[in-house]
């Protein structure tokens, strides 16, 4: 039989990234008592999955790029090229100790953290597992999800999050979006296949027609049933990949 055990904070942050940790250490210099509630490992989307490990691809493809640009300009150094799976082992000395450096911090902070999904009860009360836990207040800080194409075969795309991770990319890739963060992940991919390491088509065009074309019909369609339009979450704004 399973113990459900109650407490009471200050403040109650569902969520361990960048817009939760705004709050949660702020709130508790001031001396507030305050729980954070994370089901994923500590440290949300841009230190996990997002800016940070992109910006360390994104970095060894700038320099290849660099290199590649100034050969015949003064600098004739020997081309570079990008060792991917040592990229990516590169990547994950910054991304794998996050979680851990996380909980330290929010633990010298003197801020209480609980791991699983958290569910509201009530206006402020919300159980995680066996748990249940009140704020005074509750800031939601869970994040965004990708977007919802609406398009047939969806199913079968991946994620930017899942693009992070491989130790080996595909001779081809379609980017589905044509946001910034696509074209970072599309520049470093043609850096990464440069010609002689393997058959490289980069289609962020055809992506874009793609996306857009569906769009386009999924909007007819809703028009012509007079059905309401599917809602897109906030992905699109910050990118999300999850
Ligand atoms: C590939 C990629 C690259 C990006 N690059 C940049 C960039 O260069 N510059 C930039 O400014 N932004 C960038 N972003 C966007 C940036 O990462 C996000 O805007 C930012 O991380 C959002 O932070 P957040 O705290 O709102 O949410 P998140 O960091 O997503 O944190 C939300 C957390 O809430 C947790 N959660 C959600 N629901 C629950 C629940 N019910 N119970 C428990 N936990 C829950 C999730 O597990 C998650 O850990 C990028 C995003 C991606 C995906």
Same mark, same amino acid.
């Given at each position: 039989?399973?113990?459900?055990?109650?407490?009471?904070?200050?403040?109650?942050?569902?969520?361990?990234?960048?817009?939760?940790?705004?709050?949660?250490?702020?709130?508790?210099?001031?001396?507030?008592?305050?729980?954070?509630?994370?089901?994923?490992?500590?440290?949300?989307?841009?230190?996990?999955?997002?800016?940070?490990?992109?910006?360390?691809?994104?970095?060894?493809?700038?320099?290849?790029?660099?290199?590649?640009?100034?050969?015949?300009?003064?600098?004739?150094?020997?081309?570079?090229?990008?060792?991917?799976?040592?990229?990516?082992?590169?990547?994950?000395?910054?991304?794998?100790?996050?979680?851990?450096?996380?909980?330290?911090?929010?633990?010298?902070?003197?801020?209480?953290?609980?791991?699983?999904?958290?569910?509201?009860?009530?206006?402020?009360?919300?159980?995680?597992?066996?748990?249940?836990?009140?704020?005074?207040?509750?800031?939601?800080?869970?994040g965004a999800r990708?977007?919802?194409?609406?398009?047939?075969?969806?199913?079968?795309?991946?994620?930017?999050?899942?693009?992070?991770?491989?130790?080996?990319?595909?001779?081809?890739?379609?980017?589905?979006?044509?946001?910034?963060?696509?074209?970072?992940?599309?520049?470093?991919? @043609? *850096? +990464? %296949?440069?010609?002689?390491?393997?058959? =490289? #088509? !980069? @289609? *962020? +065009? %055809?992506?874009?027609?793609?996306?857009? =074309? #569906? !769009?386009?019909?999924?909007?007819?369609?809703?028009?012509?049933?007079? #059905?309401?339009?599917?809602?897109?979450?906030s992905l699109?704004?910050?990118?999300r990949?999850?």
């Amino acid at each position: 039989m399973s113990m459900t055990t109650s407490t009471n904070v200050d403040l109650l942050v569902v969520g361990t990234g960048s817009a939760a940790g705004a709050v949660a250490y702020k709130c508790r210099s001031a001396g507030w008592t305050v729980t954070v509630i994370d089901s994923r490992p500590f440290g949300g989307t841009c230190q996990l999955r997002g800016c940070d490990p992109k910006k360390v691809l994104v970095g060894g493809a700038e320099l290849v790029d660099w290199d590649r640009r100034m050969q015949s300009n003064g600098v004739p150094a020997p081309g570079l090229t990008i060792d991917w799976p040592d990229l990516m082992r590169f990547k994950r000395t910054f991304t794998d100790p996050v979680p851990e450096q996380n909980e330290r911090s929010f633990a010298s902070a003197g801020i209480g953290m609980l791991h699983g999904r958290a569910r509201f009860v009530d206006r402020t009360t919300l159980r995680v597992d066996d748990q249940t836990i009140t704020g005074r207040y509750v800031v939601i800080a869970g994040g965004a999800r990708r977007a919802t194409l609406n398009i047939p075969g969806e199913e079968h795309l991946t994620t930017s999050t899942q693009f992070l991770e491989p130790d080996r990319l595909p001779g081809q890739i379609v980017f589905v979006g044509g946001g910034y963060i696509a074209f970072e992940f599309a520049h470093t991919t @043609a *850096i +990464a %296949l440069e010609p002689g390491r393997g058959k =490289f #088509a !980069l @289609a *962020i +065009a %055809l992506g874009i027609v793609l996306l857009l =074309f #569906a !769009l386009i019909v999924n909007a007819a369609l809703g028009v012509a049933s007079g #059905a309401p339009r599917p809602e897109s979450d906030s992905l699109g704004k910050n990118q999300r990949g999850a």
